[in-house]
């Protein structure tokens, strides 16, 4: 058994089930919330500002009720074990441990985009496995601080004058390769064109212009954390 390293108490989840489950829950009961608005302003006859307010109130009341709902049900309670050789996952609702030595791992991939963070491994017998963290979900955690350590503990590793050690890839992230910059530049172009375009013609700016330079601004601060291994350089 190697030494340990350092353990993370981490809230991990799924991506594809968090929609599945956004799906399932999250569309019945936001609208099961508007159509008991109507009937309560039919019930009792409320007026048009206060009608505002009730269904205001209500579809606030069914987000959070989707979110409380969502994170519950997503939520999968990780401890995750550094070692100086390996890495070892128990997933504490099921009480499955995996354990995973370093020459077993070909290659894998840290992504950190817009409050999602994956780590993605590529093992020798073909297969894969991949941690998420969703930080709107379970922010009490440091899923940054454990890739970190992860990568350290494999730097070291590989450092070690043992010729049967195979080298474990760092793949890239697209924030990392010459695309990311490629794609900036269209991008700028168009949200200038669209927002002079709309100044120009008085227009009122649009809810989609809002969400764009809102996409945009989560995609430069990935751009902008990217650029020191862009330029070939460690952190």
Known sequence: MSLQVRQFALQLSNRYK????LLL????????????GEWLVVLLGISKLGRMGLGMALF????ITVFLIVKHLSRVPTVVTVGTDRLIILNQKTN??????????????????????????????????????NSYLHSEQDFDGMVRTFEQAVSRHQTRKTACIPVVIREKTMFEKPLATFLLVPFIAVLVWLTWDQHAHHRHTS??????WGIFSAYLVAWVAGRERRNGKEE
């Open 60 to 63: 606030l009341a069914g987000l």
């Open 207 to 212: 809810s989609s212009l809002f969400s764009l």
């Open 18 to 21: 968090v929609l599945l489950l």
């Open 96 to 133: 499955q441990q995996r354990e995973l030595l370093f020459t077993n791992i070909m290659a894998y991939r840290a992504v950190d985009f817009n409050g999602m963070a994956d780590l993605r491994l590529k093992l020798t017998d073909s297969s894969k496995l991949t941690l998420h963290a």
């Open 25 to 36: 829950i999250g569309v019945p009961v936001v609208v099961g919330c508007i159509q008991a």
